[in-house]
């Protein structure tokens, strides 16, 4: 199994960017989808979840501003990303956990792709 991120960059303050994470292999399920993000000499935090049901939950500073959402057959999250400001500069990970072909828990990180906001 393996996670391929794409979208980021640089983007002024108070703009937009989408990200988006696809599960390569052959999987049992999905169970959980996840955003995470880290800046320099910060701990890697939580933005966004969204679970096999639909359930999503929001860090409290994004809340409004960023949005997860999935297509489930093509194995993809997204995150959408408005009104970006400096703070949220940090590089950003993909987390996606499931079961595999043999029923096995697995859990898989994407390479992080970078989201610069200038101010």
């Known amino acids: 199994v393996q996670l391929v991120e794409s979208g980021g960059g640089l983007v002024q303050a108070g703009g937009s960017l989408e990200l988006s994470c696809t599960t390569l292999?052959?999987?049992?399920?999905?169970?959980?989808q996840a955003w995470y993000r880290q800046a320099p000499g910060k701990q890697r935090e939580m933005v966004a979840q969204?679970?096999?049901?639909?359930?999503?939950d929001y860090l409290d500073s994004v809340k409004g501003r960023f949005t997860i959402s999935r297509d489930y057959d093509k194995k993809t999250v997204y995150l959408q990303l408005k009104s970006l400001k400096p703070e949220d500069t940090a590089v950003y990970y993909c987390?996606?956990?499931?079961?595999?072909?043999?029923?096995?828990?697995?859990?898989?990180w994407g390479q992080g792709t970078q989201v610069t906001v200038s101010s």
């Open positions: 987390n996606v956990k499931g079961y595999n072909l043999n029923r096995a828990v697995f859990e898989e």
């Open positions: 292999g052959s999987i049992f399920s999905i169970n959980a």
């Open positions: 969204v679970t096999s049901g639909g359930s999503t």
